[in-house]
């Protein structure tokens, strides 16, 4: 009766190590299992058997972070030690900084905590659903369904490493948000009444809410675009601004803005309505030397970049101040797309002035993209003070 034969030496491992005596010293020796399948005998000298063998363990080591495999995810690893290895292939992918920022927060707030310490083998899809519900409890349906995409993009990562056959992920439950109400365009009554409003009241005109909230009514711009904005995008004389970037906050670096396309943000050049280009003249006259590598248009109170997530609730608290405590600061976007919509533009115009990626494939294929459009300028003339 046949004996089964020995199971072969996973590649990336080595076999027991022995050591000899030789003229020098000792000798360590052992049969390492290369990544090609094949076997390579490695050894390394030293003054004492220990020391030879020290010196082995460090050229195999070597070795192995060389050809790759220093990291290597098995289905013993743990959960932790995977999103590691998946953060740093993912970290080199060019997405948007508040991409990065929303899944490094879900994985060292939810996932690492929570699935850390299980194997990658017992990351079941019953342990992923049970982590998920429990998410959605504590958390809210939106952070839940951020972290079942992080947690989905791990296990593909492991499926490619061969620690896993098939990704849990997949039968997980989807994580479904509720849908809020669309914000509604503001009546040119209502905008009349909200600058009004905001100018007297202290606070909004001391954080310099009035100003952002006409730049966003002439451009359509999104708060985060609005902030961006530098006083070498202006073009006064030719009622013109360039835009293309956000502020966001970077680890470890503060806030930048960000010029890099993704899908939400487009490089174009709008036409300002004359009311417009007189907020940005008063805005100009009135310009202090910024404390910063940037020249924002609008800053903070310490002359620096101003952080969107701040203004955003700063616009929060002054529209629950003035009575508009239903009002988002979309809405203001909402209600200049309303107002190019009225005067006739097309869906192609007013996606170009929105930044908008397409409308539909037969716009974006016959339709001229990124062109100064003084139809949209003319329709946000509505708008003025």
């Known amino acids: 009766?046949?004996?089964?034969?020995?199971?072969?030496?996973?590649?990336?491992?080595?076999?027991?190590?022995?050591?000899?005596?030789?003229?020098?010293?000792?000798?360590?020796?052992?049969?390492?299992?290369d990544f090609d399948g094949s076997?390579?005998?490695?050894?390394?000298?030293?003054?004492?058997?220990?020391?030879?063998?020290?010196?082995?363990?460090?050229?195999?080591?070597?070795?192995i972070a060389q050809a790759g495999g220093g990291a290597e995810i098995t289905r013993d690893s743990r959960v932790e030690e995977l999103a590691e290895h998946w953060w740093a292939e993912y970290a080199k992918l060019s997405k948007s900084p508040g991409t990065f920022?929303?899944?490094?927060?879900?994985?060292?707030?939810?996932?690492?905590?929570?699935?850390?310490?299980?194997?990658?083998?017992?990351?079941?899809?019953?342990?992923v659903n049970r982590h998920i519900k429990a998410v959605t409890e504590k958390n809210g349906a939106a952070v839940a369904k951020a972290v079942r995409t992080v947690l989905s993009n791990m296990?593909?990562?492991?499926?490619?490493?061969?620690?896993?056959?098939?990704n849990p992920c997949r039968e997980v439950a989807p994580v479904r948000p509720k849908v809020k109400n669309s914000p509604r365009a503001l009546s040119e009554v209502e905008v009349r009444q909200l600058r009004a409003s905001?100018?007297?009241?202290?606070?909004?005109?001391?954080?310099?809410l009035p100003d952002i909230v006409d730049a966003m009514l002439?451009?359509?711009l999104?708060?985060?675009?609005?902030?961006?904005?530098?006083?070498?995008d202006i073009d006064l004389e030719g009622a013109t601004i360039k835009t293309g970037g956000v502020v966001v906050r970077m680890k470890g670096e503060g806030l930048q803005i960000k010029t890099d396309s993704t899908s939400k943000i487009n490089e174009r050049t709008l036409l300002l309505p004359t009311w417009g280009v007189d907020l940005f003249r008063r805005r100009k006259a009135g310009r202090v030397e910024p404390r910063c590598e940037y020249d924002p248009v609008f800053m903070s109170s310490v002359q620096t970049l101003k952080d969107p997530d701040n203004a955003h609730t700063q616009l929060r608290k002054a529209f629950d101040r003035i009575g508009y405590n239903w009002m988002v600061p979309h809405h203001l976007r909402?209600?200049?797309?309303?107002?190019?919509?009225?005067?006739?533009?097309?869906?192609?115009?007013?996606?170009?002035?929105?930044?908008?990626?397409?409308?539909?494939?037969?716009?974006?294929?016959?339709m001229g993209r990124n062109v100064v459009n003084p139809r949209a300028a003319e329709a946000l003339e509505s708008l003025a003070p």
Do not use: N
């Open 101 to 127: 920022r929303l899944y490094r927060d879900r994985l060292d707030r939810q996932v690492i905590p929570g699935l850390g310490p299980l194997r990658v083998r017992e990351l079941t899809t019953a342990a």
């Open 155 to 166: 296990c593909s990562h492991a499926c490619r490493l061969d620690a896993m056959t098939i």
């Open 334 to 366: 909402k209600t200049a797309a309303t107002a190019m919509d009225k005067s006739g533009l097309s869906a192609r115009e007013i996606a170009d002035q929105l930044g908008h990626s397409k409308t539909s494939m037969t716009l974006d294929s016959y």
């Open 39 to 63: 076997m390579r005998q490695v050894e390394r000298s030293g003054a004492s058997a220990s020391a030879a063998e020290r010196r082995l363990k460090a050229a195999l080591r070597d070795w």
């Open 218 to 220: 002439a451009t359509a």
């Open 222 to 232: 999104r708060i985060a675009e609005v902030l961006a904005i530098q006083w070498t």
């Open 1 to 33: 009766m046949s004996r089964a034969g020995r199971p072969d030496t996973p590649p990336g491992t080595f076999g027991k190590i022995r050591t000899y005596r030789s003229s020098a010293g000792y000798r360590a020796m052992t049969l390492y299992r």
């Open 198 to 208: 905001l100018k007297q009241d202290v606070v909004a005109v001391r954080q310099d």
